[in-house]
C-alpha cells in the first residue's frame, strides 16, 4: 500500500526535488523528473500502519505517481507501485465498502463494485505496459504463449507481474456479467505464473496466495494444488502474512463448508501483531480488517 504522504513525509519527498530544479540549468530536466520517479517509488514501498491515514492520502500519491510515469515510463519500480497502488486501493477501500453494504444497499454495492473494477483495470494496464516497455511483444507472447519463445521476467520486472496479475484477478471477479472479461482468466494466470517461475517466495507468501486464488477460480482447478498452494503461503510468510490466513479461509475452507476451520483461519490472522516497520504491517491491517468481517458475517456464509 503507497504510505501516506504526511505534511513532514512530503516536505521530505520535495524540498531534495526542490534543490534539485534549482541546478537544472546544469542538469538535463529528466534528471530532475527521475529522481522524482526514484522518490516515489521508494514511497509506495514504505511501511505504514494506519489504515484511514492510507486511505485519505492515497488519491494524492496515486495522480502524482501517475503523472509522473507518464513522463518515465521506463521506470519498472515506479510503474509496479502505481499498478500495486491502484489494486490495493480497489480492494481495500473500494470493493471491501462494497461488500459490507451489499445487505444494506444493493444499488450502492454495485457502484463501488463499478468503480473497484475500473480501478483495478488501470493498475493492470499499467503492470503491462511496464512490461511491454521493457519487453515489446510481451502481451503478444502471452496471449499467444507457443509463438515464440515464452518471456522470462528479470527480477525487476516480478513486481509488475504480480500485481497486474492480482489487479486482473480483481477485474475478472467483478465482471461476471462480461464474458469477454472473464475469458481473460487464462491471461491473468499466465501473468501470475510468470512471476511465480521467476520468483515463487516474493511477497512473503502473497505471490503463493494468488497462485492458489487462481487455481481454485480456474475452470478444472485442482483443489489439492490450491492448498498446496496456500500452504505454501503461510509457510512464505512465516505465521506473519494475515491475507495468507484470509486467502486460505475464503479459498479453501468457505467452500469446502468447513466454518470450523473458517473460523480459525481467520480468528490467526487476527491475532497477528506486526512488528515495529514491518513491509506487511498495512496489508496486514487490511487483511486483519476483513477477517473480522468475515467473522461477524460466517453465520451467513454458512
Known amino acids: 500500500m503507497p504510505i501516506p504522504l504526511t505534511p513532514a513525509r512530503l516536505a521530505r ?3 531534495p526535488l526542490l534543490l534539485t530544479v534549482g541546478l537544472a540549468a546544469c542538469s538535463p530536466t529528466q534528471r530532475v523528473v527521475r529522481g522524482v520517479a526514484d522518490q516515489l ?3 509506495g514501498q514504505s511501511s505504514e500502519d494506519d489504515l484511514e491515514l492510507a486511505r485519505e492520502a492515497s488519491a494524492f500519491y496515486l495522480k502524482l505517481s501517475e503523472s509522473v510515469l507518464r513522463q518515465q515510463p521506463e521506470h519498472a519500480a515506479l510503474a509496479a507501485a502505481v499498478a500495486g497502488g491502484f489494486t490495493q486501493y480497489a480492494y481495500a477501500f473500494v470493493a471491501f465498502d462494497a461488500d459490507r453494504l451489499e445487505s444494506t444497499d444493493a444499488k450502492a454495492a454495485q457502484r463501488l463494485r463499478e468503480r473497484a473494477a475500473r480501478l483495478y483495470r488501470r493498475g493492470r494496464d499499467h503492470a503491462l505496459t511496464a512490461l511491454e516497455q521493457a519487453q515489446p511483444g510481451f502481451r503478444q507472447h502471452l496471449a499467444s504463449p507457443t ?8 527480477p525487476a520486472e516480478v513486481a509488475l507481474a504480480y500485481w497486474g496479475a492480482a489487479a486482473w484477478g480483481g477485474l475478472i471477479s467483478l465482471s461476471k456479467d462480461d464474458p469477454d472479461t472473464v475469458a481473460d482468466l ?4 499466465a501473468l501470475a505464473r510468470l512471476a511465480w517461475d521467476a520468483e515463487p517466495g516474493f511477497g512473503n507468501g502473497s505471490l503463493a496466495g494468488l497462485m492458489g486464488s487462481f487455481e481454485g477460480a480456474r475452470p478444472g482447478g485442482s483443489r489439492q494444488q ?3 498452494y496456500f500452504d505454501e503461503a503461510l509457510r512464505l ?3 506473519r502474512n494475515a491475507g495468507a490466513f484470509v ?3 475464503e479459498g479453501i475452507a468457505q467452500p469446502a463448508g468447513d466454518k470450523a476451520a473458517f473460523l480459525d483461519l481467520l480468528q490467526q ?3 497477528i501483531q506486526d512488528a515495529p516497520g514491518s513491509p506487511l504491517a498495512l496489508s496486514n491491517e487490511v487483511m486483519r480488517r476483513r477477517a473480522r468481517w468475515l467473522i461477524e458475517s460466517a453465520d451467513d456464509l454458512f
Open 226 to 228: 490450491a492448498l498446496a
Open 41 to 43: 517509488a521508494a514511497q
Open 237 to 239: 510468510g512465516n505465521g
Open 186 to 189: 487464462p491471461l491473468a494466470i
Open 247 to 249: 486467502g486460505k479461509a
Open 13 to 15: 519527498l520535495v524540498v
Open 269 to 271: 490472522a487476527v491475532a
Open 147 to 154: 509463438a515464440g519463445t515464452p518471456p522470462r521476467l528479470k
